[in-house]
């Protein structure tokens, strides 16, 4: 006999109260508290799982004795993506993609669905067939195997996927969906997380994938609960500037691969369209000779991207200097000057300092230390950097050019884009090169004294 029990939870953070108040005690949020009805099992389940123990299907087996057959990931027709999730989709697998309103999500799936050479079931809560077919001429498509269906009934689809039986489910979006069993409205934490819940068993079953489009908060994470990023087994973030035509899929978890992958697409009036070398992309006009600009070559998930950094320093109007970043952390732009000014003997009191990474691009990579300074000193001094040197160094406190990680990669993407010097640090293995000159510094005196060129 099951018993039933009133309980509030926070729409927010997903916090629990006996009674129904104004603020959320946890979160500090106002009016996200919602009533739910809970069931409860009347009996301690450990009495339950005793009397139903023979019931049970499967058994504990040992490791050794498991038998892996080959994962068999379906391969799309999008490397980019195939690179984010670690190779391919994992059949039975659940990937929860989040991202603002507009950026892309559903023409990212949809694309994915018409280039498919699978069967997929492409169930939509928040558009009509009309307007997702209008959305699907934009981008161009051969022949395909894709069923649209716009419900939101979490029952209707699975009756619907038994009928079709697909090989990719998407479901866009999670908020949308409800099902009979909860008495609780759409888009409530309880619908939330019964419906993955069930979608999760259903996958796990019948090894289809299921991809859920999510919605994200005020502060860019998937709203609902966190527990939703626990359940699933991947988790993409879709991010870029509405501004921008780039768009960046990020991994923030991935059971079956690295999350250090990115990959870089570009909106067009036909669609999303990958970006295989965004390096030559990235990179504005090299003939032109321009101060306060100074190439990285980053690394980005495993890929080896050359950055353009951008700085401005001009003298500050103000009492307060600016300090606005684009790009970068600001937290570490106010690091590196500190370090500039105290090692360097460089004033940045009467200064307001820009920098800006060409394309809209986000990095967090500490090799672009290096090439953040150079580019300001180079602004501040109004000299220019040579337009084949790049950069690829983290700067310590103590003013020391730090090595950094793939240094290989990161000299081999350089030589292949032409550029004929990189400054790396001293105290990183040395490594054959072919054209590419490599320079040695210790400290970031010794870059001060090296771009004056
Ligand atoms: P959409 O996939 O609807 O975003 P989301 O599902 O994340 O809310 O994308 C909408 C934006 O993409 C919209 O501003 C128009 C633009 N777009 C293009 O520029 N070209 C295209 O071919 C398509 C289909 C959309
Ligand atoms: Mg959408």
Redesign the pocket.
Known sequence: MLKSKTIFFCQNCGARYPKWQGQCQKCGKWNTIEEQIVQNPSKKIWDNSKSELTKSSTSPVLISEINVQSENRIITMDSEFNRVMGGGIVPGSIVLLG?E????????FLQLSLTLNQKVLYVSGEESENQIKL?AD??KHSKNNCFIYPESKLENIFIQAEKIGPDIIIIDSIQTLTTNSIDSVQGSITQLRSCTAELINFAKKTSIPIFL?GHINKDGNIAGPKILEHMVDTVLQ?EGDNKHLYRILRVKKNRFGSTNEIGIYE?????LKEILNPSEILIGNKNEKLSGTAICASVEGSRPIMIEVQALVSTAVYGTPQRTTTGINSKRLNMLLAVLEKRAGFNVVSKDIFINITGGLKVEDTANDLAIVAAILSSSGDKVIDETSCFAAEIGLSGEVRPVNRMEQRIKEAEKLGYSKIFISKYCDKMPTNKIKVIYLSNITDLMSMLTI
Do not use: E
């Open positions: 991202g309103p507009g950026i892309g999500k559903s023409t990212l959305r934009r981008i489009i879709f909106m067009f009036s036909g669609g």
